[in-house]
């Protein structure tokens, strides 16, 4: 199970996280960032001037900062951001209500981006994946979110196997199981030692196509835990589904 090495360099950390930061929630400003890291303004302006500096980031006219050409072609912009906002206090009720870690993603062709986490505050636990992507096929989440599209849109994804390099009758595999089972598990399949359970949000054809799940050790899970998972995770994402529907 991958979790935040003891040996970061923090700069490089903070750096990473900023640029992550503009890319999927668009614009900020020295301050907003600083607040976000958790660092001094000025620590926050040194790292915005790096980023720009290697084309991850451009400074606006308003002063603001943007995500620069580097990252502009993977930015989901406003529509990330109130996703964000709208799916965070549903990942800290599903955290108090199964006391493992939740994590909100988006599918990106063939790979999802966690782009929000909410910690547990078990000593043994899975950490904050916010910003990494991981193969659709694989993750609990993209799996959901695979079982909930049509052919065309698979054919869309998978239709070149020299391109992706996942064979097409794994995917159609992995479609078939979770449809039956009307939830999605990745049981080890991204990352030794961590077992995921995973439910989309609402219809991937309508708005930005995302999902929920709950990750925990593998030491700690159980197959007689799958109906409470499922059901708080059912529960959890036909609400973010609902806000998203009464905001819009």
Same mark, same amino acid.
């Given at each position: 199970?991958?979790?935040?090495?003891?040996?970061?360099?923090?700069?490089?950390?903070?750096?990473?996280?900023?640029?992550?930061?503009?890319?999927?929630?668009?614009?900020?400003?020295?301050?907003?960032?600083?607040?976000?890291?958790?660092?001094?303004?000025?620590?926050?302006?040194? %790292?915005?001037?790096?980023?720009?500096?290697?084309?991850?980031?451009?400074?606006?006219?308003?002063?603001?900062?943007?995500?620069?050409?580097?990252?502009?072609?993977?930015?989901?912009?406003?529509?990330?951001?109130?996703? $964000?906002?709208?799916?965070?206090?549903?990942?800290?009720?599903?955290?108090?209500?199964?006391?493992?870690?939740?994590?909100?993603?988006?599918?990106?062709?063939?790979?999802?981006?966690?782009?929000?986490?909410?910690?547990?505050?078990?000593?043994?636990?899975?950490?904050?994946?916010?910003?990494?992507?991981?193969?659709?096929?694989?993750?609990?989440?993209?799996?959901? %979110?695979?079982?909930?599209?049509?052919?065309?849109?698979?054919?869309?994804?998978?239709?070149?196997?020299? $391109?992706?390099?996942?064979?097409?009758?794994?995917?159609?595999?992995?479609?078939?199981?979770?449809?039956?089972?009307?939830?999605?598990?990745?049981?080890?399949?991204?990352?030794?030692?961590?077992?995921?359970?995973?439910?989309?949000?609402?219809?991937?054809?309508?708005?930005?196509?995302?999902? %929920?799940?709950?990750?925990?050790?593998?030491?700690?899970?159980? $197959?007689?835990?799958?109906?409470?998972?499922?059901?708080?995770?059912?529960?959890?994402?036909?609400?973010?589904?609902?806000?998203?529907?009464?905001?819009?």
């Amino acid at each position: 199970m991958q979790n935040k090495p003891t040996y970061s360099i923090e700069s490089v950390d903070h750096a990473l996280r900023l640029a992550v930061l503009l890319q999927q929630e668009g614009p900020l400003g020295v301050s907003d960032a600083a607040a976000r890291l958790g660092v001094a303004r000025s620590t926050a302006h040194r %790292l915005l001037a790096m980023l720009v500096y290697r084309s991850f980031a451009e400074q606006r006219d308003d002063r603001r900062y943007a995500a620069g050409p580097v990252l502009r072609s993977w930015s989901g912009g406003d529509s990330v951001t109130h996703l $964000r906002e709208i799916a965070l206090p549903h990942l800290r009720a599903l955290v108090r209500r199964t006391g493992e870690t939740a994590n909100l993603m988006v599918l990106r062709g063939t790979q999802v981006q966690m782009v929000a986490t909410a910690e547990c505050d078990q000593a043994l636990r899975v950490g904050d994946r916010e910003g990494r992507m991981l193969p659709a096929h694989l993750a609990s989440g993209g799996r959901a %979110l695979l079982a909930r599209l049509d052919r065309a849109e698979i054919d869309a994804r998978y239709g070149d196997e020299d $391109r992706t390099g996942v064979a097409r009758e794994v995917v159609e595999r992995t479609i078939r199981q979770t449809r039956r089972r009307g939830f999605a598990i990745n049981d080890q399949s991204t990352e030794a030692g961590l077992t995921a359970i995973g439910q989309a949000v609402g219809d991937p054809a309508q708005g930005l196509p995302a999902a %929920l799940s709950v990750a925990m050790p593998t030491a700690r899970y159980h $197959r007689r835990m799958l109906p409470d998972l499922a059901a708080a995770l059912d529960e959890a994402a036909r609400a973010v589904a609902q806000d998203l529907h009464d905001d819009s």
